[in-house]
């Protein structure tokens, strides 16, 4: 295989051939063009954004903060990039976080590899030379013999169709597009739609600055403290005398993959729940919450204590009963869409500039000139802030035209629903992989660890290839459909489907209600067990006779 292909300032990318084409510059993509890269492969890397960082460079909405502690949202594969690199709270901000992402480029000496600024429009496999064909929104076209989709699972802003909204004189945001200046919302009078993880975070910090905040809430979440604060000494050292358990954990883990702060096997009687949950509300952070007990997420009983908790802690925060009431998740269970970790949300709703409105009682009927108009009111807004989230999971890979096999587009192969054997690698699409795909843990738990694990699968599967002169590697279909039988079936014994969530894609009108994230346990063991089986359920095609002779 070729040598490195380092990318010139400015130069086309017409005509470069390359082992490797990784799109997508955040932690999973940066990650792919180092490992690829090490392994002796030639990589480029594709990126729509002019810097690195992916998801953590376009969400910088004030208060955009992650809710997985930073000791564990990192690198865990570079014991030097771990000492090289001091988190200083237990919950990064995203200024941070897309800090960590720069210094890792530069560290690892990436950026050479990256075209920023340009867009995957199409990749297209070349079935006679056993070659993708990627084609960029600049006019660039390379070829690759393997294509990396590292274009992360919320990466494409979901912005609702609300009539009149093309009116709207004020500004208008998007949580997920925030601009690179300043935006000062001071002496203003802003609209925030969605009470999402975007929407609980920014919320306080528009209201700190906001003449006035209106909140214009469909579906109201689960939210607990983050207890953000400093990291203290402490708390380096004792994350480092436990790293090497934390890594042996990652081995093993279902999702969640920060380990549990407590895990019982029994379920306690409701008044120790209570207790229990207390507690962890007093700490802070999700994943306490998520683990609390082996079946919260499961059975409905066990569910409904920790629901009802976090209804009570809502009523004892905010002062209007009417507003704790609208504020309180009912009819779906706790924990199944993402856990809110939040600072200061419910209080917020204490300040005198801030309006809850239901829109369940009242609907946004149409956005105006100057105003939005529900069923039953009109707000007259000088800003309006979108926090209304992805489209989740296979957005980005279906914003690509991918044509596989017979010139089979993706988005026909899923019309239905993301079929992928893994999560990593779809039947009719040749020597494609996809990093945090559907049908993987993807988006549950810690995605930094959840891309690395990909990223090393795929350099253990290419290396095996060169190994054994293989040019193609495909899933067969029926261990493609059996993969994604297993991944519903284990959904369904969950709490999860009960819920409206985007992990079932049901924020976008039109997309199949299908579970996409992979939650049961052992998926790496799985994986290896697939591995070691001389790679189960997949189909390599034979080396061809050109690349042989190219090899050696
Ligand atoms: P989410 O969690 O998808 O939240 C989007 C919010 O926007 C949610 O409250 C939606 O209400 C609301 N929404 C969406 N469309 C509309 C319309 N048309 N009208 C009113 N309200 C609407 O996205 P986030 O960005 O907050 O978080 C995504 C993930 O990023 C998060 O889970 C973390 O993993 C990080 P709905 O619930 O659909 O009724």
Redesign the pocket.
Known sequence: MAASVEKQAGASETGVECDVVVVGAGFGGLYALHKLREIGLSVRGLEAAPDVGGTWYWNRYPGARC?VPSLFYSYSWSPELRREWRWTNRYAGQEEILNYARFAADRLDLRKLIQFDTKVARATFDEKNERWIVETDRGGRLGARFVVMATGG?SVP?T?D?PGVADFEGAIYH??RWPQEPVSFEGKRIGI????????QAIPMIAQAAKQLVV????P?FSVPARNRPLTDEDHESFDAGLDAYLASLEQSDFGRVPPTAFTADVPPRDAQWKHYEKLWQEGGSGGFLKAFPNILVHPGVNEVAADFVRQKIRETVKDPKTAAALSPEGYPFGV??L?VDTDYFDTYNRPNVELVN?RDEP?EKISVHAVDTAARHFELDALVF????D?VTGALLAVDIRGRDGATLKDAWSEGPQTYLGLTVAGFPNLFTITGPGSPS?IGNVITNCEYHVDWIAECVTHMRRYGLATIEPDEEAQVAWGRHVAEVADRTLFPKA???YLGV?IPGKPRVFMPYIGEGYRTTCKEIVADNYRGFTFGEAAVREQAAAE
């Open positions: 809710d919320l979901n609702p609300i949580t997920a739609i969605g009470t999402g993880s975007s929407g609980i214009f809430q469909r579906t979440n869409k993402r809110c829109l946004i926090a209304t989230g992805f989740a988006v409206n969530s985007w924020n």
